[in-house]
C-alpha cells in the first residue's frame, strides 16, 4: 500500500526567509509525487509534480521541490516566503497505475512579517 | 468560470434530511471524483467515475450515494447521515481515471449534521 507522511502540521516561517515544508512516502514501484495547496475556504490548487528526469521540480508561485529517491522524500521549497503563502499545503502520492492518489494529512504553512 | 464548480458551498442538514450536492466540470475531463476532508485527517477517496461509470467505491456507507449522470455533472445525494460525516466534500476532475495527470478541485461544500 502506498503512503505519504508529512511530519509537521505547521511550519512557521518570517517573510523573506526560505521555507522547506516535508513530505516523505512509501510505495511499491516508481512514485508520481504532486504538490497542492489549499487557501481558506477553498478547494485544493496543484503547485507542481514529480513524474520522472530532473529531481529538481518548478511549479507556482516560486514553488520548487526535491526529489530523493534514497531518502524517499519530496520536499516542498521557496527560496523567500511571502505572507501570502500561509495555506495548507498536502503532498501526494500515485503510482500511476494506482485506482487513487494518496494525500498526507496536510502541512500548515504560516508566514508572518 | 471556474473549472470545477460545487454547489451549495454551505450546507446544514439534520440527520432525517435528504440533500445533494452538486458538482460541474468545464474542463472536458474524463474522471470525476470525491473525496471527504476532515481536519488532521488525509484526505478519504469516496468514489470516483471514469466515463460515467463508477470505478471506485472506497467503502462507504450506503447513506452516502453518488450519481454521475454525464461526464461534466457528479452529484453526491446523503441520506440519513450522522454527526460525524460533517466535513468538507470536495469534488475533482481528472483528465483521465489512471495517469498521471494532476486533479482540479472545486471549492468544496461544507457540510454539517446536526
Known amino acids: 500500500a502506498q503512503s505519504v507522511a508529512q511530519p509537521e502540521d505547521q511550519v512557521n516561517v518570517a517573510e523573506g526567509n526560505p521555507l522547506t515544508v516535508k513530505c516523505t512516502y512509501s510505495?511499491?514501484?516508481?512514485?508520481?509525487l504532486f504538490w497542492y495547496v489549499q487557501y481558506p475556504n477553498r478547494g485544493l490548487q496543484f503547485l507542481l509534480k514529480?513524474?520522472?528526469?530532473?529531481?529538481l521540480v518548478k511549479g507556482s508561485y516560486g514553488f520548487e521541490a526535491e526529489f530523493n529517491k534514497s531518502q524517499t522524500s519530496f520536499h516542498l521549497k521557496k527560496p523567500s516566503a511571502l505572507v501570502s503563502d500561509s495555506a495548507l499545503y498536502f503532498c501526494?502520492?500515485?503510482?500511476?497505475?494506482?485506482?487513487?492518489?494518496?494525500f498526507g494529512t496536510g502541512t500548515r504553512l504560516q508566514v508572518t512579517l | 468560470e471556474t473549472g470545477v464548480t460545487q454547489t451549495p458551498r454551505h450546507l446544514v442538514m439534520g440527520m432525517t434530511n435528504k440533500k445533494s450536492l452538486k458538482c460541474e466540470q468545464h474542463?472536458?475531463?474524463?474522471?470525476m471524483y470525491w473525496y471527504k476532508q476532515s481536519a488532521k485527517k488525509p484526505l478519504e477517496l469516496m468514489f470516483v467515475?471514469?466515463?460515467?461509470?463508477?470505478?471506485e467505491n472506497n467503502s462507504v456507507p450506503s447513506r452516502f450515494s453518488p450519481e454521475c449522470p454525464n461526464s461534466s455533472h457528479l452529484f453526491l445525494h446523503l441520506h440519513t447521515l450522522q454527526p460525524e460525516d460533517s466535513a468538507l466534500y470536495l469534488c475533482?476532475?481528472?483528465?483521465?481515471?489512471?495517469?498521471?495527470?494532476?486533479?482540479?478541485f472545486g471549492e468544496g461544500s461544507r457540510l454539517t449534521v446536526l
Open positions: 501526494a502520492v500515485d503510482t500511476g497505475t494506482a485506482s487513487k492518489l494518496t
Open positions: 475533482a476532475s481528472s483528465q483521465e481515471f489512471r495517469g498521471i495527470g494532476e486533479l482540479f
Open positions: 510505495v511499491s514501484g516508481n512514485p508520481y
Open positions: 474542463l472536458g475531463h474524463n474522471a
Open positions: 514529480y513524474i520522472t528526469g530532473d529531481n
Open positions: 467515475y471514469s466515463l460515467e461509470e463508477r470505478v
